[in-house]
């Protein structure tokens, strides 16, 4: 089936740098990705939706010059966090549609911890 | 507006009990509906799906089905295992802007004991 690879699994930062997480369509052309965070114990809020070759769509209230997107091929998507600080401390889940509204497939997450 | 409503959790059962989640849903049309699950400190996996109404989605025990009348998708299993501890989201797809979202409920946390 259709697998995205997401990494890394989790990550330490220090306050001020910044932290790049990519998502890998492995046997799929992925043209949109989305890309989630979510706070313990809560549902999963939609951030961004990635799209190829072109700038991603930001949901309301999510910061475009913190969370940059880069989706520059049909296979990868990352999630850049810019001088990040302990409040964006989450856990971000990107996911794929495959096959139109019939299927999504979701990575593994990663846990982003900012000390 | 599109939404998904879930119980609250945490659903607390012992092994070999009947499980019921229940999950209604508002949405334009008819949308395919999923619930996903979530194990500690992973991303989400699917589920189970139906894409019309009346259909039933089933995998690993787990049924739901797809009630266009009641707009709802409620989880059921017959005898949970301590294994099937985990979060569950029920969900639905929506178009905003020429995409194609998912929508999530706030999750519902089952926690089985032996």
């Known amino acids: 089936g259709a697998v995205v690879s997401q990494h890394p699994s989790w990550v330490i930062c220090k306050s001020g740098t910044s932290v790049k997480i990519e998502c890998r369509s492995l046997?799929?052309?992925?043209?949109?990705m989305f890309w989630y965070r979510q706070f313990p114990k809560q549902s999963l809020m939609l951030m961004a939706t990635s799209n190829e070759g072109s700038k991603a769509t930001y949901e309301q209230g999510v910061e475009k010059d913190k969370f940059l997107i880069n989706h520059a091929s049909l296979t990868l998507s990352t999630l850049t966090v810019t001088s990040a600080h302990p409040e964006d401390s989450s856990f971000y889940i990107c996911?794929?549609?495959?096959?139109?509204?019939?299927?999504?497939?979701f990575g593994s997450g990663t846990r982003l911890t900012v000390v | 507006g599109n939404s998904v409503t879930q119980m609250e959790g945490p659903v607390t059962l012992s092994e070999e009990a009947f499980l019921t989640i229940n999950c209604t849903y508002t949405?334009?049309?008819?949308?395919?509906l999923f619930w996903y699950v979530q194990y500690p400190g992973e991303g989400l996996q699917l589920l189970l799906k139906?894409?019309?109404?009346?259909d039933k989605g089933s995998n690993k025990g787990f049924e739901a089905t797809y009630r266009k009348e009641t707009t709802s998708f409620h989880l059921e299993k017959g005898s949970v295992q301590v294994s099937d501890s985990a979060v569950y989201f029920c969900a639905h797809p929506f178009k905003d802007s020429g995409y194609s979202t998912l929508t999530f409920g706030k999750g519902t946390m089952l926690l089985v004991s032996p």
């Open positions: 139906a894409t019309k109404a009346d």
């Open positions: 046997d799929f052309q992925a043209t949109t």
């Open positions: 996911s794929a549609r495959v096959g139109g509204d019939s299927g999504y497939t």
């Open positions: 949405a334009t049309g008819y949308p395919s």
